[in-house]
Every structure is written in C-alpha cells, then in structure tokens.
C-alpha cells in the first residue's frame, strides 16, 4: 500500500529523531510516497525524505489552517499559525483520506500516516 507520512517536531528535532519514530508506526507493506509537513520544517523534511528516497512536501500555516482535522493543539496555533500539522500536511499531500495511524504523539516528534491517493504522482 501506498502511504504518505505527516510530521510534527518541536525546535531541536533531527532526522534520525523523526525516522525513529516513523519506523515504529510504518507496517512492511506500506510504501511511503512522501513526507510532508509545514514548510518551516522545510530542512527537516529534505532530510527526512532523502534518507527514505521520497518526496519531501511542504505547506503553508495558511494552507494547513485550511484543512479539518479531528484533533488540534492551542500550542501548535500560538506557534506556528495552525492547529494541526502532521495531520493536515499528510491529508493535503494528496492522501486518499482515511488516516491509517491518526496523530501519534513520541516525544517531540508527531507522525500522521494516510494512504496515498490514486493521484499522487509518484
């Protein structure tokens, strides 16, 4: 199955930090598609998906403020300009819709999976 993996991270945050954690929601069957998130995290994403050999996406607080989702942080909006980051970048990166690991919270590190739409160019 196709996936596309959404991540949150607080200051700090490296690459192994965020492979880490997708490693530990990421069942042998998925191919991940992407990763995307907000595009502040811009060089955590390039690193993230380079070392998986995908696309690295990025968004907008604007773009992802859009987007209903199911949970939101207060501290995430005062911080960032959107209530939800993981969530909302992985279902705005052209995921089918349906959440196959909702917002999993390890540490400083949030992850999002969704399966990849039909669309998502590969």
Sequence with gaps: MRVVVGIGARMGVDAADV??????????NWQVEAIASIDRKAELV??????????????????????????????VQ????SASVAVASVLLAGAAGQLLVPRTVD???VVAVAEAAANLSR
């Design 19 to 28: 492979m880490r954690v997708i490693s530990t929601v990421l069942q042998q």
């Design 46 to 75: 390039a690193a993230v998906a380079a070392s998986m050999g995908v696309r690295g996406l990025t968004y907008s607080a604007e773009q992802l403020s859009a987007v209903p989702t199911a949970t939101n942080s207060q501290r």
């Design 78 to 81: 005062d911080a960032v300009g």
């Design 107 to 109: 540490g400083r590190v």
